[in-house]
Every structure is written in structure tokens, then in C-alpha cells.
């Protein structure tokens, strides 16, 4: 069996490609046309502008030195007559006998304090140091009595080399500072170790009592 030339699509198959392909072409050439106009918009950047300013510094002033102090003039002959050559100066003796120009006693914390066998003892009692006892008058007017111990450094010659408060009951009213200076104005026999001598430390309680 033949088909009919008519009804036979390959034959017409070309025929209808070129018809399709025109009609496309068309159609995009009238949407072309017919579109809006493209055109690139313009964007404007805005450049910021630094400005720079120029501050004007003032001018660092110099400070001038002093200048140095002159030199010493040299000494020159003197060409009047009535002025002596030779003037001599009179020695002049000062008399030290009357002053104690003993060196000074080494510092506490020099001196190597002993154990004692017998123990140095207040000159006149606690009563020398009573005698020279102050009372402090703002504690004196509080009616406040107190005690101190003082802790005393003897040599061996019996001199004070080292008075310390070791305890003050009240403080912050001058019993201390009171303490301290009676102690000071009496005299002691020097303490013994294996009766030689030697450089002790001994504590001594003050007692302020207001007289009723």
C-alpha cells in the first residue's frame, strides 16, 4: 500500500519549517521595535571633600642661660704708701677644757647586752623616779592614771644608753613620752655578771595615780 502525496507530512515537513522559523523571526523583530529604549542610568557619587587645616604653632621660645659668674680678680700690689706690707693676724687659743669632747656613746643596737647575776638598781629608789615624774595635763584633767613599762639599757658604768616603752596603757595621752624623760634624769649602779660588769637591759614599771 502507497500513501497519498496529500497526506504524506514528510514532503511538506521542510516547507513548514521555513514557514515557522520566518514567523519567529518576525515576532521577535516587532517585540524589539516595539520594547522600550534601553538606556544606562547615570549615578552620581558624591565625593566627600577633606579638608585640611593648618594650625599655627606657635614659636618655642629659647631660655637663655645665666652666664657664668666671673672669674676672681687677681690681686694686684697696691702703690699707695701709707698701706702696711706685712699685716699678721694674731693667733687666737680656744679654751676647750671646760667642754666634754668625749666621744660619743656606739648606738644601742651595737652594744651586746648580758644575762646579769645582779641586777643594776635606782640611785634613791622608785622615789627618784616619782620625783621627776610629769604628769601629762590633758590626762591629768581626764583624771586618767596609767601605766608604763619602760625597758632600760645600763652599760657597764651604769650609764642609760637605751630607754624603749615596752607597754602603755591608755596611749595617745603622753604617758609614754612622760615616762621616758623621768627615767632618764636618774642614775643607776651598773648590773654584774659573776660581779664583773657588764652592759644589761631591765624593765621598770611607772605608775601614774591621780592624788585624791
Known amino acids: 500500500m502507497r500513501k497519498h502525496p496529500e497526506a504524506d507530512l514528510r514532503l511538506k515537513y521542510r516547507k513548514f519549517m521555513e514557514i515557522s522559523l520566518t514567523i519567529s523571526l518576525s515576532i521577535v523583530i516587532i517585540v524589539f ?25 606657635p614659636q618655642t621660645e629659647q631660655i637663655k642661660r645665666p652666664p657664668p659668674p666671673p672669674r676672681p680678680a687677681v690681686p694686684i700690689e697696691s702703690e699707695d704708701p701709707d698701706i702696711e706690707e706685712d699685716i699678721t693676724i694674731e693667733e687666737t687659743l680656744l679654751d676647750l677644757s671646760d667642754y666634754d669632747i668625749s666621744p660619743p656613746p656606739p648606738p644601742a643596737s651595737a652594744i651586746e647586752f648580758f644575762a646579769y647575776d645582779e641586777a643594776p638598781t635606782i640611785i634613791g629608789g622608785m622615789a627618784a623616779i616619782k620625783k621627776n615624774l610629769v604628769y601629762p595635763e590633758i590626762a591629768q584633767k581626764a583624771g586618767v592614771s596609767a601605766t608604763v613599762i619602760v625597758l632600760v639599757g645600763i652599760d657597764e658604768k651604769g650609764g642609760i644608753i637605751l630607754v624603749e616603752v615596752m607597754q602603755e596603757r591608755p596611749k595617745g595621752l603622753g604617758f609614754g613620752e612622760a615616762a621616758m624623760d623621768a627615767v632618764r634624769k636618774v642614775k643607776f649602779t651598773p648590773g654584774k655578771q659573776r660581779d664583773k660588769p657588764v652592759p644589761v637591759k631591765i624593765s621598770i614599771p611607772v605608775h601614774f595615780q591621780i592624788k585624791k
Open 33 to 57: 521595535l516595539i520594547s522600550k529604549e534601553f538606556r544606562a542610568k547615570e549615578i552620581k557619587q558624591e565625593v566627600t571633600q577633606i579638608i585640611v587645616e593648618v594650625e599655627d604653632i
